[in-house]
């Protein structure tokens, strides 16, 4: 008899909805989607005497260990199943939050890169690829929107957690005080909803495919009925293709999304106030992204929709300094805010192409290692945005000095375009034997 | 039944962060930009 954590007993039994099984995805996403909102926590660790700097640090060593973790653990990942994964990744990343409260009350810092640097981006890692690697085995008919309700919940993540840690700080006095105690709240009611996750996640039984639903007779030139494994997947030069495709679309949008609010308190003088209101926003238009964009490239397929970001958003970049000449507040925001519906649904499609490519047998091992591609996106896009601002304040008007950083987003988008245009089908001499899938 | 009553579960803590992030932005948008002194002509 399997244990109840093991991928055996989480085979679904005959009748059971697939509809039950994307909350029990969204729940965990949501969770680990806190990372998003971790710059809450800055400001009031001040008091620690840790500069905004030192926090920071935590939060890109959790986002390398996300790559890291979910490329090393990825085919541990498809061995076990999602339940066991889903509650290691429940107790690494509630540990991390815990670890980071004990770094407060011992003032260590050390421990606060450990717990949530290493320990809580390990569980970040495990959390991100299971349930979309799930997902899309119970949606072979619409694996696009399948990974785009999941990774919805992932950006819907730093609109709660942030929220969420600024109501509890408030309710605990502020201060490091107010984020010890707040963490560790919110460390019992993350481990509680993903538990819940846990608990619920179901995977198809061996054959079973929606009612009504039969693989399409005429196969599409991208889209497999063979899979390849994650250890011949990586070796291929689609792989790395999509891996271009997707550090590119993620080092242009997260360029934006880093330095939203200095970006536009400098080129339309607007309040602290509404910076904040153009960061929320931003927010909204990256989680409704996520859906649509993925839902969308069912209908027009995988390459045909990454075209899409790579030429729109191009264009929507050049015309951002026009917007300034302008002085078109609103003009600006529908440029960016569109540009970040492209950002969240690059990552929203980006397995559903995987999928499509290398076949269902080890895509979360695949999609594990491709998530690199974001991690050194994280450091790109972020770092090139923040070094040719500061050094174009100096040589030119305020409100002009991101210009050319726009110009430069372009070029990257470019890059993009080029690798998306070169996946072609993956070989067959790539595709495992029927017996081994 | 079941099915609503875990869709809730995830709906209810999407929606209010989702209400929050619309308050938060609302500033913005009663945000009245002066024209930029340098724009270009």
New interface residues.
């Given amino acids: 008899m399997p244990h109840f954590l093991d991928r055996a007993a989480t085979v679904a039994p005959p009748g059971f ?1 697939r ?2 099984v ?3 995805a ?2 965990v996403h ?1 969770c680990i989607g806190q990372v998003y909102a971790f710059s809450v926590f800055k400001k009031p660790l001040e008091g620690q005497g840790w500069t905004q700097a030192d926090v920071g640090v935590a939060y890109s060593i959790a986002l390398a260990l996300l790559g890291l973790s979910a490329a090393v653990f990825g085919k541990w990942v498809e061995r076990s199943g999602p339940r066991k994964t889903m509650l290691a990744s429940m107790v690494c990343f509630c540990s991390g939050l815990l670890l980071t409260s004990l770094a407060i009350r011992w003032h260590q810092l050390w421990l606060l890169y450990a717990g949530y640097g290493v320990i809580g981006g390990a569980g970040l890692g495990l959390g991100y690829i299971s349930p979309v690697s799930t997902l899309m085995k119970w949606f072979p008919d619409r694996p696009g929107m399948a990974t785009g309700m999941a990774i919805m ?1 992932f950006g ?1 993540g730093a ?2 957690g ?3 840690a600024e109501e509890l700080m408030a309710h605990f006095g502020g201060g490091p005080g107010g984020a010890q105690n707040a963490l560790l709240v919110m460390a019992a009611i993350y481990a509680v ?1 993903m538990c ?1 996750g846990a608990l ?1 996640i179901r995977v198809p039984a061996e054959g079973w495919k929606p009612r009504g639903w039969e693989p399409s007779a005429h196969v599409k030139p991208l889209i497999t009925n063979a899979n390849v494994s994650v250890d011949t997947a990586w070796k291929t030069p689609q792989f790395w293709c999509l891996w271009v495709v997707l550090c590119m679309n993620v080092s242009a949008g997260i360029g934006i999304l880093g330095q939203a609010s200095p970006m536009i308190q400098d ?5 602290p ?9 931003l ?2 238009c990256n ?1 409704g992204g996520r859906f649509f964009w993925s839902s969308i490239s069912d209908l027009i397929g995988r390459k045909g929709v990454y075209c899409i970001y790579f030429i729109l958003g191009a264009a929507l970049y050049m015309s951002v300094p026009w917007t ?4 078109s ?1 609103t003009l600006f ?1 529908i440029v960016t805010g569109l540009i970040l519906t492209m950002y969240g649904g690059g990552f929203a499609t980006i397995p559903a192409y995987l999928r499509d490519l290398f076949g269902s047998y080890q895509v979360g091992a695949i999609h594990g290692r491709l998530i690199t591609a974001w991690s050194m996106a994280a450091i790109i896009g972020p770092q090139l945005v923040d070094r040719l601002s500061q050094a174009n304040k100096k040589s030119m ?1 305020v ?2 000095a991101y210009n050319s950083i726009f110009y430069i987003m372009v070029g990257l988008l470019a890059l993009g375009l080029i690798a998306n245009l070169l996946v072609k089908p993956v070989d067959a001499r790539h595709h495992v034997q029927p017996a081994k899938s | 039944m079941k099915s609503l009553l875990t869709w809730l579960l995830v709906i209810v803590p999407l929606g209010w962060g989702i209400t929050k992030s619309v308050q938060k932005s609302l500033p913005l948008f009663r945000a009245d930009a002066p024209p930029p002194a340098a724009a270009p002509k």
């Fill in positions: 909805s509809w039950l994307p909350p029990a969204i729940a949501m919940g819907g609109l709660i942030g929220p969420l909803f819940f619920l080129m339309f003088k607007v309040t106030a509404a910076a904040a209101g153009f960061v929320g926003l927010s909204l989680l300034q000449g302008r002085g507040v925001v008007p409100e002009q």
